[in-house]
């Protein structure tokens, strides 16, 4: 894997989630019914610190969870390499609440598939919308993400790879050419 | 790590990597039981057959359970009202189960080593739900990671597990599993229920229950499989339960936090006191509700492994 540009680094990173949160709050008005559930794994750190610039801007804590999307994928049966299958936390009720599915890159669309799927099976939330740190296009179902960190065009060779404090030890979103 | 076995016989067989895989896997799968919609799409279009040879309601139904919350089909076989009855061998048997296209075979056998032979005839997974005195993995599986969600470790925990060693296929999975995730294994039982040698698997022995309860995290306690030899029963009983039986009183003696398993179904007043099965100690309902996690993990990573194969 060659490396070939940094398209955000720690600060464009840490401004991306604020604009995000302040979007998210504009389009539900406020915080009441508002949650937000993170896929794992780098999904839920996202989620969480969306959580914490929600509190920041409007002084309300809102759940946050994390989910595991494994056992929903479509393509389990042709996995390459075996999917270890991680916790689904989701402390809270989300029978009518404003659920906002946080991932960190979006692609072909199937992740979040799988993970419409997952949360209809814990309940009826009012709404749920969509927010990525990255769309990268190439989607293959008719999926489109509310709150976008960045668009980043990309060819299908080329690997955008995220990393983040909570797991790589450092923010940044690189983009690497499969060799 | 990565799980490449189509079956799951022993847990001899395994590494503690691949226990520590099933471990947590099946961490993961006990939420699914705590949900509204007890259910998840992992083994959709997969058919489970449960082939019991043995009476058995218990592991037979956990197993129908974990495989139905992992969306599976799921075919019960009594051997009693099937063609095992008109002299069909057991291979035979498993050859057409396989032709009906079903996934995995989850067996009970009475004659130790049936699901190795099985699983050696057959290209489908094969899951051992006891064979003969051999090994009951599942339920020596969820017993270890009962006693880890409890006491969050394995290693250098002290086990005891007391009763019928000899005839328990229980007491052999929980030997094998136990002394590879590096607890101190000690069997405690009358002499002529210790198996000769059974010191070479690691473990240390005992006829004085008083004496293992003094340094012990966490008993076992077997039930007593008094049905084996009718007509002797009830003065050997009453002599059981006064030299080995887990008692109040014995507790009162030892470790405020001891904790106390059984893998059911529990004989009140034989091996187990009504108060201790019942009492704070005792997680023997906890073990029950694990174990359809733990056989969850089991079905998944099994059919995994046939899938990557194929």
């Not at chain 1, 070939?4 to 539900?28: C, F, G, T, Y």
């Not at chain 2, 969600?149 to 005839?167: F, M, P, Q, T, Y």
């Not at chain 2, 999975?173 to 405690?188: D, E, Q, R, Y």
């Not at chain 2, 398993?261 to 100690?281: F, L, Q, T, W, Y």
């Amino acid at each position: 894997m060659k490396e070939k540009a940094k398209i955000l680094d720690k600060e464009a990173i840490s401004r991306s989630v604020m604009r995000i949160a302040h979007e998210i709050i504009e389009k539900n008005k406020g915080t009441a019914d508002l949650c937000v559930i993170g896929i794992r794994n780098r999904g839920v750190y996202i989620a969480r610190r969306l959580a914490e610039c929600i509190k920041g801007i409007e002084g309300k804590d809102i759940p946050a969870g994390a989910l595991d999307i494994t056992l929903y994928r479509d393509d389990l049966a042709l996995a390459s390499g075996q999917p270890l299958v991680r916790k689904t936390e989701i402390g809270f009720d989300i029978n009518d609440k404003k659920l906002v599915l946080v991932d960190d890159v979006l692609y072909t669309g199937r992740t979040i598939r799988a993970a419409l799927d997952a949360l209809i099976d814990f309940g009826r939330p009012q709404s749920i919308q969509l927010a990525v740190l990255v769309d990268r296009g190439h989607r293959e179902l008719p999926i489109r993400a509310d709150f976008v960190g960045k668009n980043i065009p990309t060819s299908k060779q080329e690997i955008v790879e995220v990393h983040l404090e909570e797991s790589d030890g450092k923010d940044e979103v690189l983009i690497a050419e499969k060799e | 790590m990565l799980w490449t076995k189509k079956d799951l016989l022993g847990l001899e067989y395994l590494t503690p990597e691949e226990i520590g895989l099933i471990l947590e896997t099946a961490e993961s799968f006990k939420e699914v039981s705590t949900r509204e919609i007890k259910k998840v799409p992992a083994l959709r279009g997969k058919t489970a057959v449960n082939l019991f040879y043995e009476p058995s309601t218990r592991t037979r139904v956990s197993f129908e359970l974990a495989a139905k919350r992992l969306s599976a089909d799921v075919i019960n076989i009594a051997t009693e009202t099937s063609s095992v009855r008109k002299g069909e061998t057991l291979i035979d048997t498993g050859k057409n189960i396989q032709a009906l296209k079903a996934d995995i075979i989850i067996m009970r056998h009475n004659c130790s080593g049936a699901a190795n032979m099985l699983a050696a005839a057959l290209d489908i997974s094969v899951v051992n739900a006891g064979d003969g005195w051999h090994e009951h993995p599942t339920q020596a599986l969820l017993d270890i990671f009962t006693l880890k969600e409890k006491l969050g470790r394995i290693k250098g925990l002290n086990v005891a597990i007391v009763g019928d060693i000899a005839h328990s296929r229980v007491a052999r999975s929980n030997i094998w599993g136990l002394t590879k995730l590096g607890a101190n294994v000690t069997v405690c039982a009358p002499e002529m229920l210790l198996p000769a040698e059974i010191e070479k698997t690691g473990v240390k022995t005992s006829s004085n229950i008083d004496e293992v309860l003094k340094n012990t995290d966490a008993v076992n306690v077997l039930r007593m499989q008094f049905e084996r030899d009718e007509g002797t029963a009830f003065p050997e009983q009453l002599d059981y339960y006064k030299k080995f039986g887990i008692t109040e009183e014995r507790l009162a003696r030892v470790k405020k936090d001891i904790i106390i398993m059984h893998p059911g179904p529990i004989n009140r007043g034989i091996e187990i006191s009504s108060g201790v099965a019942d009492g704070k100690n005792s997680v023997i309902l906890d073990q029950v509700t694990n174990g359809i996690a733990v056989r969850m993990a089991v079905l998944f990573l099994v059919a995994q492994a046939r899938e990557a194969r194929i």
